[in-house]
């Protein structure tokens, strides 16, 4: 016989997704390691730029992981801006595994 459930105390939605916390410091390693050269992961110079913008946002406290950011010539932008060429952009933030997509010339993902 199973237990009966009193779903009156359930104070959030099982469906409703709980965002896991973002470690900055883990982010801020990660996007090092793409400017290291002998890093698999490896990205090429022209986001360098953006990569160390990232970097310097996400250590002065301006950028926190969980709000999406667009990064383009080093700056933060607008959507509509990141989007429009010719210079590479990146996504941070709750997006920011599309940061590496983009870098591989993925940009319409998210586009």
């Given at each position: 016989?199973?237990?009966?459930?009193d779903y009156s105390k359930i104070k959030?939605?099982?469906a409703t997704p709980i965002p896991l916390p973002f470690d900055?410091?883990?982010r801020i390693q990660e996007l090092r390691s793409y400017l290291d050269p002998?890093?698999?992961?490896?990205q090429?110079?022209?986001q360098h730029t953006n990569i160390g913008a990232a970097i310097k946002l996400y250590e002065e406290g301006k950028i926190d992981g969980m709000e999406r950011v667009y990064i383009k010539d080093g700056e933060i932008v607008s959507?509509?801006?990141?989007?429009?060429?010719?210079s590479p952009s990146i996504v941070e933030g709750r997006g920011h595994q599309l940061?590496?997509?983009h870098a591989y010339g993925h940009w319409a993902l998210w586009c």
């Open positions: 016989m199973e237990a009966e459930i959030f939605s099982p900055v410091q883990k002998n890093n698999p992961n490896y090429p110079e022209y959507r509509e801006e990141a989007c429009k060429g010719p940061a590496e997509k």
